[in-house]
């Protein structure tokens, strides 16, 4: 497919970076398949300034704007490479449909995550510190510049490359919208604790005359879908979800391999954290046998 075409010449933001050389995204996929090393902290310290665990700082960002501008980068970075290193590269042919699914189903969960939850969707955010803005943001960096130079002219360039491939395609697919829904109905599950607190104070402040106190910082178990048996499903669900992409993009799409991979490094410390913070909140009692991620196992 040719959008390219009808796309006017975008500026080289940083030559030979941003968008990447072969060579240079060639280094960059390398060295991002080492993410995990760095997350050696986190599995030692709970200390994470974000959501349940956010500090008083006078250098906090405020939540949704934040989550917002971190988490956005990873699809600009995608979609700017998608116009650009096609050019760079001569293919002039244009990248096959496969290329463009992967882009369109990472765009959709982006725009999800991004845009509609933090923005539209969530009553209420914690304030995030700078520190863990600027890790998530470059995050989201590195991992745009290593599936973006893989799907825009460094990894398969011809229906040719695809070939033999439709089905694994379409399961990854299927897998990939299911996980979707599931990440954003436990997402839901969560927002929905604050916004019938919410709707509980309206109507209270309407009937007394009194201001709405707001739900900043409101905490209680959530329990519906698999929250009855594990306390973080919305990240098991957006695991699967990655499983999947790396799927359609097949076993040798290594920088799907790594973006799950580093999603889990990052993201089970966080869930086991989390764990132990609903113990200490709501005591051993009511939390009970669920697990922090994985059904029945951790
Ligand atoms: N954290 C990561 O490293 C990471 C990485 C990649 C993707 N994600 C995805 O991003 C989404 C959000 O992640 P997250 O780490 O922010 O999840 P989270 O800690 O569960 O928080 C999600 C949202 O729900 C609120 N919330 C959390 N627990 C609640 C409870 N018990 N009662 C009422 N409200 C509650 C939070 O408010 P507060 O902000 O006020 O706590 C926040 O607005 C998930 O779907 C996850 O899969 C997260």
Same mark, same amino acid.
């Given at each position: 497919m040719q959008l390219t075409r009808y796309v006017p010449d975008l500026p080289t933001v940083v030559p030979g970076w941003y968008p990447p050389t072969r060579e240079n995204w060639e280094l960059i996929s390398y060295a991002w398949q %080492? %993410?995990?090393? +760095?997350?050696?902290a986190q599995w030692l310290i709970d200390? =994470?300034?974000?959501?349940?665990?956010?500090i008083n700082s006078r250098f906090n960002i405020p939540g949704k704007w934040a989550w917002c501008l971190m988490e956005i980068p990873g699809m600009l970075t995608v979609l700017y490479c998608m116009l650009t290193i096609p050019r760079l590269e001569g293919l002039h042919a244009g990248l096959p449909w496969a290329n463009w699914t992967m882009v369109f189903i990472y765009t959709i969960h982006y725009l999800y995550r991004?845009? +509609?939850?933090?923005?539209? +969707?969530?009553p209420s955010m914690s304030p995030i510190h700078p520190i863990v803005f600027t890790l998530a943001f470059g995050w989201q960096l590195m991992n745009g510049l290593s599936l973006g130079g893989w799907l825009a002219? =460094?990894?398969?360039?011809?229906v040719y490359d695809w070939a033999g491939r439709l089905y694994t395609i379409e399961i990854g697919l299927v897998i990939w919208g299911w996980s979707l829904m599931g990440n954003i109905f436990h997402d839901d599950d969560l927002r929905e604790i604050r916004r019938s607190a919410l709707r509980r104070q309206k109507e209270r402040a309407a009937a007394e005359n009194k201001p709405v106190e707001g739900v900043d910082k409101l905490y209680m178990l959530p329990k519906n879908g698999l929250f009855h048996h594990v306390l973080f499903p919305h990240y098991f669900c957006e695991w699967l979800e990655w499983a999947g992409f790396w799927m359609v993009g097949g076993l040798n799409c290594a920088p799907a391999r790594t973006f799950l991979v580093n999603e889990i490094a990052t993201m089970l410390p966080r869930a086991l954290a989390g764990r132990r913070w609903y113990v200490e909140k709501f005591g051993e009692e009511r939390v009970g046998k669920r697990k922090a991620v994985i059904p029945g196992l951790i």
């Open positions: %080492f %993410f995990p090393l +760095l997350t050696a200390w =994470y300034p974000q959501g349940k665990t956010s991004a845009v +509609l939850s933090p923005l539209v +969707l969530n002219g =460094y990894g398969p360039t011809t």
